[in-house]
């Protein structure tokens, strides 16, 4: 049995009645307060994921955030966080650390006039869609309801329209943290530009707790419209080089995917072709008109030459909908890995090598996202210089291996191996908040531009000396199957 730090104070009285819980690993509830909150049931007991926090503690206010951050700096605890627990890879379960789990921190506060709004690191994409609708506005909130906002925003935020409204940290106008030293700081543009510059984009290596964010909103689209076509795999070729070819005249504010899947994907049935190669197109425009004009590309080509298995055309989307149909792809109580590729490649040549191998994935279940950002010009997506996040190329390869039989691990760990080993001669880097950091250090370095990796690891150093935050995931050597 190891000692237990105990960097938590016993707190005065007042604060104790407003209460946050503090479990040791001795506590009941310990194991439930580590593991329950994670999206990713692969890390509660697979050995890649091994180690695990002395304490868990829930702070209910910022003053509660000081006094642990406080306490266990003087006692020389490690600081984990957590806000949603859909970190891939668990970045929140860190050995002998305290885990400062901010579910309490989910309030939203809405300024329509100003357009923008404060949300606490805890909120989740889904509700803060939901409230905004109501007052006429949007937020590019994760394709998935149910990641919070802190993990989110931190990792950079690849969001709905993110070709046109940017990658979703470009819209944190401030954030309030609480830095290693106990002190409460306000980030933005003119104060803390550095800490600002960190923030929006280094993800699980920011030196900080972030009890809130300010957010610029945009107006709510008046029409959303998402058209989608699903052919065989073996159409493949011809059906990247159409999507390929149309995206090149599309706008920004029409974003494409391509997903290649397999016979566990949603909807799929026994008569179903077992895999396939999925294409969705959603406008986000401000009437019906303009939108049949955004996806006028489409309707101008003459299409892949191969026939759809089924196609839905201009269908009018709520905006608080849209994570509907990505969240049935990613099954909760699934045991999960995901890892990232930008590519120089267009979409046909990066994602051809990739056709059989899919056909051999342990579990029918498992996917691989692909799209190009700003439909193929994303040289000119990002500003330069405002944001750590940086990383970015022609198309972004995203495999998502799911299954639910930990007997099934090795296979699957295996497969992605096998995939990685095809994606990994032509990437160009790496996007952070879904990357397998725990696989191999240069998951870390290589999502951030070159040259700013150097920048991010000073300014880390800087704000946090005495490395007192976990900071990001290493790679511990790895099992068999990897
Ligand atoms: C089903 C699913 C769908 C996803 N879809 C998308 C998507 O469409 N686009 C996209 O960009 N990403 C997506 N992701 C990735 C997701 O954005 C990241 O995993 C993100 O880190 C999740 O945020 P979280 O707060 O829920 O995670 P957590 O596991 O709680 O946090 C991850 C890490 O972020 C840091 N962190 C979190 N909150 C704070 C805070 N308040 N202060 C300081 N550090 C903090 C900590 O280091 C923490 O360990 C998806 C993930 C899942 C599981």
Redesign the pocket.
Known sequence: MTTMPDPVPTLPDSQATAGYSRLTRDDPGFAEAVYEGL?NKLSVDNPRFSGEPDLVVAPKTETDVVAIVRAAAQSGTKV?????????IA??VREASVLVD?AAFDGISVNVEARTATVG?AVRGERLSKELVAHGLAFPV???G???L???L??????VNWGHWLPSCFSIRSLRVVLASGEIVVASATSNPDLFWLARGS??G?P???TEFELELQPLPGAIRLSTWMFALTDLSAVTRWVSRVSASLPSNVEVSLVMAGPGRPGATSASVPFVVGVAATAFTDNAGAAREALRAFSDDPGPGVPALDHLEALPVAFDSLHEPVDAT?PEGYRYLADTFWNPLDIHDALEPLAELITRAPSGASYILSGMPKNGHGAELLPKGEAAFGMHDRSLVVPYVMWNDSADDAANLAWLTELRSVLEPTASGHFL??ADLRYDASRTSGSFAPGDWARVSQLITAFDPESLFCGFPQPREKPAAD
């Open positions: 999206f984990a966080i957590r806000s949603g627990g859909h970190s891939w970045s929140s901010l690191p994760g394709h998935c149910t990641p919070a802190g993990g989110f931190l990792g950079g935020g690849l969001g993800g699980p920011f900080g707790i972030v990613y908040s879904e």
